[in-house]
C-alpha cells in the first residue's frame, strides 16, 4: 500500500471509531436515564453536556500532569543535549509545526512519547535508553513519529478518548446505584426487553468503552508510523528502531497505565494482543514499515 492511501485509510478508521465512541457514550447516558426515569432523552443531553465539560477541564491541564506523571525533566536549551534539541527543532520544522517542549526521562529501556493537545503546546519525550541503545538515524526516525502525533493531533483525541472512558465509568457508576435505590422509572411503564438492553450496556459499558479507546490508539500509531516516513523518508530507521525497543524486555519504570498508550511502544511490556493492546503488533508495524 501506498504511504499517502495508508495515511488516508487510517484517517478514515479514526474519524469512524470516533464517531462510534461518542454515540456509544450518549448511548450510555441514555440508558442511565431510561433506567432511573424511564426517559431516554434527558439522560442523551446530560451526557453531552457533563462529557463535553469534563473533556475540557482534562484537555486543559493533560501535558504537565502526564510529564509530571512520569518524572520527565524538560530541558530548555541546546546546550543540555545538542543532538535531541537539534532533532526535535529541524523535524518540527519539516512537519510545519512550533518546536515541542523536550523533556528527558531517566530510564535504560529505550522509549518515547509525545502529549500536548496542538501543536502549540507539543511536548516530546524521550529515555535516556533511547539515546544511549539506538543509533542516531532510529532516534530520529522515533522522533519523528513523536512529532507526526503531535502534528496530527492524536495527543488530544487521546486525551478526549480517555476523558469519555472515564465519563463513562461515572456513568455505569451511578447507574449500578440507581438499579437498587431508584424509584421513578418503575413507576413508569417501561417495555422489558428495553430495560433490560439498557441494564446490560450499563453493566458492560466501562469495559466497551475501554475496548474502543485501545482501538483508537493502536489506529493512530500505525498512521504517526506512516507521517514518521512522510518527514523522514527513511522507513528502514524506524524499522530497525523498533525493532530494537521491541527485543528490550525491562518496562520503563516510570510509565503507568494512564500513559501507556502515549509512548512509542508498550512501556510495560505485557505481551498483551488483540483488543486488550494499547499498541498493534510490532511484527505487523514493521511488516507495514518495510513495504514503505
Request: charge should be positive; glycine fraction near 4%.
Amino acid at each position: 500500500m501506498l504511504l499517502y492511501e495508508q495515511i488516508q485509510l487510517n484517517k478514515r478508521k479514526t474519524i469512524f471509531i470516533v464517531t462510534v465512541f461518542i454515540v456509544f457514550v450518549i448511548t450510555v447516558g441514555s440508558a442511565l436515564s431510561y433506567i432511573s426515569a424511564g426517559d431516554y432523552i434527558t439522560g442523551a443531553v446530560f451526557t453531552a453536556i457533563f462529557a463535553s465539560i469534563y473533556t475540557i477541564i482534562i484537555l486543559l491541564s493533560s501535558t504537565n500532569v502526564v510529564m509530571s506523571m512520569n518524572h520527565a525533566k524538560e530541558i530548555k536549551s541546546k546546550n543540555e543535549n545538542l543532538f535531541l534539541w537539534n532533532s526535535v527543532e529541524n523535524l518540527a520544522m519539516v512537519a510545519r509545526i512550533p518546536m515541542p517542549r523536550v523533556f528527558i526521562i531517566q530510564d535504560s529501556s529505550p522509549n518515547a512519547f509525545a502529549t500536548g493537545t496542538s501543536p502549540k503546546n507539543g511536548a516530546v519525550a524521550v529515555t535516556t535508553g533511547l539515546l544511549d541503545r539506538l543509533n542516531r538515524e532510529e532516534v530520529e526516525g522515533v522522533l519523528a513519529h513523536e512529532v507526526a502525533h503531535i502534528k496530527n493531533y492524536d495527543i488530544r483525541l487521546a486525551t478526549i478518548a480517555l476523558a469519555l472512558v472515564s465519563v463513562v465509568a461515572i456513568i455505569s457508576d451511578l447507574g449500578s446505584r440507581m438499579i437498587f435505590y431508584a424509584r421513578g422509572g418503575r413507576d413508569k411503564k417501561q417495555h422489558p426487553a428495553v430495560l433490560i438492553i439498557a441494564l446490560v450496556l450499563l453493566i458492560l459499558s466501562p469495559l466497551i468503552a475501554s475496548l474502543i479507546k485501545l482501538a483508537i490508539s493502536r489506529n493512530r500509531e500505525y498512521l504517526a508510523d506512516a507521517s514518521a516516513v512522510e518527514l523522514t523518508r527513511n522507513p528502514n530507521a524506524l524499522a530497525t528502531a523498533l525493532e530494537k525497543i521491541s527485543g528490550v524486555r525491562t518496562p520503563v519504570r516510570e510509565a503507568s497505565n494512564a500513559s501507556a498508550s502515549l509512548y512509542f511502544a508498550d512501556p510495560l511490556k505485557k505481551k498483551v494482543v488483540g483488543l486488550f493492546s494499547t499498541h498493534p503488533p510490532s511484527e505487523e508495524r514493521i511488516k507495514r514499515l518495510r513495504k514503505m
